[in-house]
């Protein structure tokens, strides 16, 4: 059986990492034009994001479309995450008590990403379940 170009290209898609990857990444590129061409104040990364999250919850968008991807990002964080560990090798001031006040604001800011995250995360899974 011959597949079409356009469902060959959604099976390559679902079964590609590194095309999710780059889905996703477009989706970045796009947030960060539409940025720049608004002239908004806030990262093009969130834009983004909301974007993906627009088409996922319109479902124009599959999550097996991003899902791979987007878990291969996460299971790669730390190294987005490595220039900033060597400039805190570099910096040994970061290490006083200027350093520690810092570090206490990163790790308070962190959290309250994290608990507003988790938050979000549980809206939005009751709202999906409410609405199935």
């Not at 060959?8 to 940025?35: C, D, K, P, T």
């Not at 319109?58 to 899902?67: F, G, P, W, Y």
């Amino acid at each position: 059986m011959r597949l079409s170009p356009v469902t060959y290209a959604h099976v390559m898609l679902r079964r590609s990492r590194l095309l999710q990857a780059a889905v996703l990444i477009g989706f970045w590129l796009i947030g960060e034009g539409l940025v720049r061409a608004a002239d908004l104040g806030i990262p093009g990364g969130i834009v983004g994001f909301l974007l993906v999250l627009g088409l996922l919850m319109s479902r124009r968008l599959r999550l097996e479309s991003v899902k791979r991807g987007a878990d291969w990002f996460v299971s790669e964080m730390l190294l987005f995450f490595l220039p900033a560990v060597v400039a805190i090798v570099d910096h040994g001031e970061l290490v006083s008590l200027a350093g520690l006040k810092a570090l206490l604001v990163i790790v308070a800011g962190t959290l309250a990403v994290m608990l507003v995250t988790a938050l979000t995360v549980d809206l939005c899974y009751r709202w999906s379940a409410k609405h199935e």
